[in-house]
């Protein structure tokens, strides 16, 4: 008898390995893109007016290009950090801590959002593991902490999923969160940017003046202003979203899967939930680190440990 989940697992599956096989071809397209801003920008308009205009021409055309390469030297930070970094690991040796007396261990498992009927999966997990709050991953054969989630484009379990992002060729997870957002945070900074500065250039190519330079140059322009304004309303969606995650303290998964009327055990306030992703030194809010008195003093960074709230049980979720 043919099933439809089966097709549906197999498509899925199928989905996942063509992302495994984009590999660099996307870094190389955003390096791309990268230049092509570059080369409109810097050599065919401001770079130009910098030595060639004078007066207050080249001084615009000076602060135009300091912000520029200082705000491309933090995005590429950002998105090479996000790139390396790895996302987070269960560790082998890594096992669920049960407390007897409040009877729970880790949260988000089968009881977590209030649904009274398990899955097959959930259900044949309860019968080998006896306690239906410990959480087993079968693909990569180990107990999994918690907010973990199994990757099937990575193949492995990632601390603190948030997503998989084909832009990066990388997880999103608890060691690489807070640079993903600043990556989306510089994007949008410099795609504006770039979008006001050539938007006078935009408007002259529709006047009927005489506009200096070859139509491959013009074309250049045209297509840089176009590309960066798609960037830059799309990113401010993305950075709209996170931002209103990282205050929630929860995940693109988890927000998927829990219930919006739901107690939310990890929400500490947003000062709280801000510091579990970004840190207490002010200093490395805005770049791609931590500091090491951070990294010592806020478990939550190493994607293992998070704090809940004491008076919401997992019987309230």
Request: charged share 15%; glycine share 6%; proline share 6%.
């Amino acid at each position: 008898m043919h099933r439809p989940g089966a097709t549906m697992a197999c498509n899925v599956f199928k989905f996942c390995t063509a992302l495994r096989g984009l590999g660099s071809v996307m870094i190389l397209m955003v390096l791309a893109i990268v230049g092509v801003t570059y080369y409109a920008v810097v050599v065919n308009n401001y770079g130009p007016v910098l030595f060639a205009a004078g007066g207050f021409s080249s001084l615009t055309a000076f602060g135009v290009l300091v912000l520029f390469h200082g705000l491309l030297f933090m995005l590429l930070w950002s998105y090479f950090s996000v790139v390396f970094t790895d996302p987070g690991n269960v560790p082998p040796s890594w096992r669920p801590v049960v407390d007897e007396e409040v009877g729970e261990s880790i949260p988000l498992a089968t009881i977590d959002f209030n649904n009274p009927i398990l899955s097959v999966h959930q259900s044949t997990m309860v019968s080998d593991l006896g306690d239906p709050r410990k959480r087993f991953c079968r693909k990569c054969n180990q107990f999994k902490p918690p907010r973990c989630h199994h990757c099937s484009v990575c193949g492995r379990c990632i601390l603190k999923m948030d997503h998989h992002c084909v832009w990066v060729v990388n997880c999103v997870g608890a060691l690489n969160y807070k640079f993903f957002l600043l990556f989306l945070f510089y994007t949008f900074l410099e795609t504006m940017l770039v979008t006001l500065s050539l938007l006078p250039h935009f408007i002259a190519f529709f006047n009927d003046g005489e506009i200096p330079g070859t139509p491959g140059m013009l074309a250049t322009t045209f297509l840089t202003f176009v590309l960066n304004l798609a960037f830059t309303l799309s990113v401010l969606g993305f950075l709209i979203m996170h931002i209103s995650l990282v205050i929630g303290n929860t995940t693109t998964i988890e927000a998927y899967e829990k219930r919006t009327n739901q107690k939310w055990r990890y929400d500490l306030g947003w000062r709280r939930n801000f510091e579990q992703v970004f840190g207490l030194d002010k200093k490395c809010w805005l770049i791609p680190t931590y500091s090491n008195d951070d990294l010592r003093r806020i478990p939550a960074l190493h994607g293992l440990e998070y704090p809940a709230k004491p008076d919401v049980d997992a019987q309230d979720l």
